[in-house]
């Protein structure tokens, strides 16, 4: 199973902030954010997921690629969840891979 530790960012050339996306097997993806304009602590735009320690998050998926967010956390009010621990986002990537 993957978790945080295995995706990838890269820096976003217009922005500043720093990002990574993950498909995942079963057809969904999650994209992982942070910077000055993203829902992060800090509010910054760093060069390392290192430097942050909450991250904006959205995932998405069949049938066409849309948010899908709140069907892996209903209790969210839109669909991007913001400061995200790693912990969060660990057991969130876990749960979007339990899915079939």
């Known amino acids: 199973m993957k978790v945080f530790k295995d995706l990838q960012f890269k820096?976003?050339?217009?922005?500043g902030s720093i990002g990574a996306t993950m498909q995942f097997?079963?057809?969904?993806k999650i994209s992982v954010q942070a910077g000055a304009f993203n829902y992060s602590t800090p509010k910054?735009?760093?060069?390392?997921?290192?430097?942050?320690?909450?991250?904006?998050?959205a995932v998405f998926g069949p049938p066409n690629g849309?948010?899908?967010?709140?069907?892996?956390?209903?209790d969210a009010h839109d669909d991007v969840l913001g400061w995200q621990s790693r912990g969060q986002i660990n057991a969130l990537m876990l749960?979007?891979?339990s899915k079939k």
């Open 11 to 15: 820096s976003n050339k217009f922005s």
């Open 25 to 28: 097997d079963n057809g969904f």
């Open 44 to 57: 910054e735009d760093l060069k390392s997921p290192d430097d942050f320690v909450s991250f904006e998050v």
């Open 66 to 74: 849309g948010f899908v967010t709140k069907n892996f956390v209903p």
């Open 95 to 97: 749960l979007i891979q």
